[in-house]
């Protein structure tokens, strides 16, 4: 009985050691020539991937915080979506010269990798492949074809980026890559994206190709550092907001290829001193210009119809405008908050002076009102026509009434009392009894040398109410008896 005991113990211990281990899950998994997923131990600091793969799947070692390094083998062509993202801890990649493709979001989020080798065969960064690698300090992409939106957003250590030959920037490209000081741009490129260099603020020189043909929104907004821009020939157009806040650009260069400008261009662009714009566009757009106010001067280039609103706003330095023949229509917010602006030049007084006083005059501060019709009226003594009409009238009125506030201004002084004739007209053109009353009875301008003149004006404008007013102020005030007296007196009856 024993023996049996024995014998069958003996068999089963033979079974049991003759019994082969369960197997455990492989490292790689590849189907058909694409490694899809992989499992590790969590203390691996060092991936060697095995040869045979063409191409990584997507998410394939998403999350792998603790890897350190990746040797990928030759033959592998393309990276996945999402494939390392987050890798914490990834210091450095060399990829293959077999590598054509890196996917969306690859290596997003891997901010512990300084230094990554792009072989001269890759063709494609897809979108975000790179965003926020906080430690990478340089790259080179000459080999690459093609650039995803944000392939390299947010890599706040970024310092030098040398681009590809032959490739547009796209959107949001460096965007918030604050250390951001050299770039070396495509020879050959047509656009630079929206938000392609926002908030680059260590950025000071860019050198833009003469194959640029549009700036999109944004484009260099919030470059803090950006010194100057020249915009090379052949360049159409700039988008909106595309400077914007560039505190410490001093100057500007746009050519006569640009056709089109958008709003807040140089919006807050503080220290900007200096800005050529030569003929091509037909408009200064809102808000092109507001808050600079390092501006002193500016010369409106000929071909402008119309200054937008506050398209000068807020420049608190800006003393001279060159005003073209051209510009027919200014906003009356278009030098909103400009005190200094003293001299105002006009390329030829041939503008159409009803349009623009209707639109435009009111765009600026009085001093520089006064600039202009003194014009005007040099304009009109010139040419002898009548520029009696409500939209002069209208900024006549606007002077009366400065005159009657401030009537220790010199400036204004002169010139009311130089243009009386012109300027009491318009008040009885426009049927103003409210300003007639009070400048009657708040100046002494209107005498009984002139008043007779008035009187017959308003009779023959058909403007019976102030006819009235002015004989009742003749009767009280100077002494005359009636309406009838003074149309005797006038002829002579």
């Known amino acids: 009985m024993k023996e049996k005991l024995y014998s069958l113990i003996q068999t089963l211990h033979e079974k049991l050691s003759s019994a082969k281990p369960s197997p455990s899950p492989e490292k790689f998994i590849i189907r058909n020539e694409v490694l899809v997923e992989c499992h590790i131990s969590a203390s691996e600091r060092e991936l060697i991937l095995p040869q045979g793969i063409r191409s990584i799947s997507g998410s394939a070692f998403y999350n ?3 890897v350190e390094k ?5 033959g592998l ?9 987050n890798c914490y801890n990834l210091k450095s990649v060399r990829f293959p010269e077999s590598l054509v493709s890196i996917g969306e979001s690859a290596f997003a989020g891997c901010e512990k990798l300084t230094e990554v080798y792009f072989p001269k065969n890759i063709r494609v960064i897809e979108a975000y492949a790179f965003s926020r690698c906080k430690s990478l300090k340089k790259i080179n992409l000459k080999s690459v074809a093609e650039l995803g939106k944000g392939c390299f957003t947010r890599c706040e ?4 980026a040398i681009l590809p030959e032959q490739c ?3 959107e949001e490209c460096f965007e918030y890559c604050e250390n951001l000081k050299t770039v070396r741009m495509p020879s050959a490129m047509l656009k630079i994206g929206r938000d392609s260099f926002r908030c680059c603020s260590g950025l000071k020189h ?3 190709p003469s194959t640029l043909r549009i700036i999109e929104r944004g484009a260099f907004h919030s470059c803090f550092s950006l010194t100057g821009i020249q915009i090379p020939e052949n360049a159409e157009t700039i988008e909106k907001l595309a400077f914007y806040e560039c505190r410490n650009m001093s100057y500007a260069v746009i050519p006569s290829t640009v056709k089109h400008i958008g709003a807040s261009v140089f919006d807050s662009c503080f220290s900007l001193e200096r800005v050529s714009i030569a003929e091509g566009i037909d408009e200064i757009p809102c808000d092109m210009f507001n808050h600079c106010t390092g501006l002193k001067a500016i010369h ?3 071909g402008v119809q119309k200054i937008s609103a506050m398209a000068f706003a807020d420049c608190t330095a800006l003393e001279e405008i060159t005003i073209p023949e051209t510009a027919v229509s200014v906003s009356d917010r278009a030098f909103e908050n400009c005190p200094s602006i003293r001299k105002l030049t006009f390329q030829e007084l041939s503008f159409r002076t009803d349009e623009f006083c209707s639109s435009g005059l009111f765009a600026f501060p009085a001093d520089a009102i006064f600039c202009i019709m003194q014009a005007v009226s040099a304009y009109q003594q010139k040419s002898e026509k009548d520029l009696q009409n409500p939209q002069i009238a209208y900024v006549y009125q606007y002077l009366f009434r400065s005159f009657l506030q401030s009537p220790e201004d010199v400036i204004l002084s002169d010139f009311v009392h130089q243009n009386l004739k012109l300027m009491f007209s318009s008040l009885i053109l426009i049927k103003d009894e409210s300003s007639v009353r009070h400048l009657l009875e708040n100046s002494s301008l209107i005498t009984k040398e002139n008043i007779t003149d008035f009187i017959l004006y308003a ?6 109410e102030i006819q009235v007013i002015l004989s009742e102020y003749q009767h009280k005030t100077l002494g005359y008896d009636s309406i009838a007296d003074t149309v005797r007196k006038k002829f002579e009856l």
């Open 64 to 66: 792998l915080r603790n």
């Open 70 to 74: 990746v040797t990928f083998p030759e």
């Open 77 to 85: 062509r393309t990276i996945g979506k999402s494939a390392f993202g």
């Open 157 to 160: 250590s970024l310092e030098e």
């Open 168 to 170: 547009d920037i796209p």
């Open 206 to 208: 860019i050198v833009l």
């Open 300 to 302: 409106i280039p000929r």
């Open 459 to 464: 009779n023959q404008k058909e403007c019976y």
